[in-house]
């Protein structure tokens, strides 16, 4: 059996893992690069291998980083099965055609503007038509249902607790005889949160691919985050503001949405303030993934579940209003009132959260509450790293509101959720690889697994491969190395990232009182740079 890694390799996004096995070629995730430049940059390269050849796909949950690129593997001739819960392909039917929109709605604007500087147009990653055609080929799986496909291979998809009808592979292959199991974890979630039910117990496996977003680090607070949620929604409700809070549109929405239901359910005095404000959901995403999470009930938890049976649907508090047309979201800009506005996207890089934060960032009554993941490069980590002006739509915006995170409601384990999850396999891996994270994080969390299991821990390397048997990795390479395109663009994201450091540093010279010392290592240290520049212009 060989396994390509041709995403979420020493990365977060663009899930993608390429077999040939058996006589079958299959993707597990087919996933969207996210971040910057230089990830969408790899979205448009060719697939290292011939689309309509691929027999099937096992698709371990609808995130995008995870989904997204499914729609252009159709456009360029895929034809196969692909595999996935029943929620996950009802969320797909949603979440597939709305990433086409932002495709063709970002270049139809792009071309605009080549357009009058007369250079060719661009074309989307894929339309919205190829996203509706790739629906056609998803097949709804249970959890716990054996698929097989052929006498020597198949798979079992179990809860991965991430978000509505996620899942953690189990593919079974025999070789020579001998039957081997590997396990990808997917993105693996929290125990006791919100909706969802805890992420299965694994017996066992040879061979485990495990994702590692937080895989260096704990969730803060945990058990308080809800209160936590409350009482910063509270003060800035109390204070006359806005809580502006960036969510992804599935999942941590809904989440949020269950949080505040379930306290105004309470009675309390922080209830009542509550319900004193309107609760906005700009997104008609968010809107419409709330309608497939009505509809598969069955994969609530007992709390979630127990609300139902009382006649309470947990995630529409009542004074929710569900904004569905851009002109009603528009009007939320001139929107005075104290209010919670939950807006798509998660990470502040595209979509009406955009809007939002141009028109309230700069309020100082207001707090911005981001309650997920924020990827190197985007808009929402700049404002949690405590940047104090960012560009929105080309304007800078002066950053006064409140910057608040709860971390706890991230929707992937942590470093002691991933390890205790492992440490409950009866039969331990004989080798982990560590994928979806960011490098320096995976190096460490690999350390951390090869001292407490003492098995080889792989990072593997977007393009590398490995060939593996019943008994043990045979052999290791590599497919492909980056591009220079995509390393230049790399580059470049790094060199917008000095300007961006250095155009705040001229504005707080400006402002600052500074002492001689530290103007001295100030100086020292921009000659430093000045001249480190200078050697790499000329080398290049």
């Not at 995130?63 to 692909?82: A, C, E, M, Q, V």
């Amino acid at each position: 059996m060989k396994v390509t890694f041709l995403g979420a390799a020493q990365t977060v996004t663009g899930s993608c893992y390429y077999f040939e096995c058996d006589g079958k070629k299959f993707l597990i995730d087919c996933g969207m690069f996210q971040g910057g430049h230089a990830e969408d940059e790899l979205n448009f390269e060719t697939f290292p291998f011939n689309p309509p050849d691929i027999d099937f796909i096992i698709l371990s949950h609808a995130h995008i980083d995870h989904s997204g690129r499914i729609p252009k593997l159709y456009k360029d001739g895929f034809r196969g099965t692909i595999y996935a819960t029943d929620a996950t392909a009802d969320l797909c039917s949603i979440m597939l055609p709305d990433s086409a929109h932002i495709q063709e709605s970002e270049v139809e604007w792009k071309n605009k503007k080549r357009k009058r500087e007369g250079k060719e147009g661009l074309k989307p990653l894929y339309t919205i038509d190829d996203a509706y055609s790739c629906l056609e080929l998803f097949k709804g799986v249970k959890y716990e249902q054996v698929i097989e496909i052929s006498n020597n291979l198949r798979f079992v998809l179990k809860d991965a607790g991430h978000m509505l009808g996620s899942a953690i592979v189990e593919l079974y292959i025999t070789e020579g005889g001998k039957e081997y199991k590997l396990v990808f974890s997917g993105d693996l979630g929290n125990r006791n949160v919100p909706i969802l039910k805890d992420p299965s117990t694994i017996d066992g496996c040879d061979y485990l691919f495990i994702e590692s977003t937080y895989g260096d680090r704990l969730h803060e607070d945990v058990e308080n985050k809800s209160k936590k949620l409350i009482k910063i929604i509270c003060d800035t409700i109390s204070k006359g503001g806005k809580v502006i809070i960036p969510s992804f549109a599935v999942g941590r929405t809904q989440e949020i949405l269950y949080e505040i239901a379930k306290e105004i359910s309470s009675g309390s005095d922080e209830a009542k303030l509550i319900q004193s404000v309107e609760i906005f959901v700009d997104s008609p995403l968010a809107t419409s993934a709330s309608s497939v999470y009505k509809k598969h009930i069955d994969y609530f938890d007992e709390e979630a579940a127990e609300f139902v049976k009382k006649g309470i649907y947990p995630l529409e508090p009542k004074n929710l209003k569900f904004v569905r047309t851009a002109d009603e979201s528009r009007m939320l800009n001139n929107y005075e009132k104290s209010c919670i506005i939950i807006s798509s996207s998660g990470m502040c890089e595209a979509g009406r959260i955009k809007h939002h934060l141009k028109h309230n960032l700069w309020k100082e009554n207001n707090t911005i509450l981001f309650v997920g993941y924020q990827a190197p490069n985007t808009l929402g980590r700049k404002l949690l790293d405590g940047q104090k002006k960012v560009k929105i739509f080309g304007e800078e915006i002066e950053v006064r509101a409140k910057i608040e995170y709860i971390e706890a409601y991230s929707g992937h384990a942590d470093k002691n959720g991933l390890i205790n999850w492992i440490d409950k396999m009866k039969s331990k891996p004989k080798q982990i690889f560590v994928v979806h994270g960011e490098k320096e994080s995976q190096i460490e969390f690999a350390q951390e697994l090869g001292k407490i299991f003492g098995v080889d821990v792989h990072i593997p390397a977007r393009g590398e491969f490995y060939v593996i048997d019943p008994e043990q990795v045979v052999t290791k390479d590599r497919l492909f190395s980056p591009s220079p395109s995509f390393i230049n663009l790399s580059i470049l994201a790094q060199i917008e990232d000095i300007e961006d450091e250095l155009y705040r540093l001229k504005e707080h010279i400006k402002s600052a009182s500074i002492s001689p010392e530290r103007l001295d290592l100030l100086n020292n240290n921009l000659e430093e740079l000045r001249y480190l520049i200078s050697l790499a212009l000329n080398d290049y």
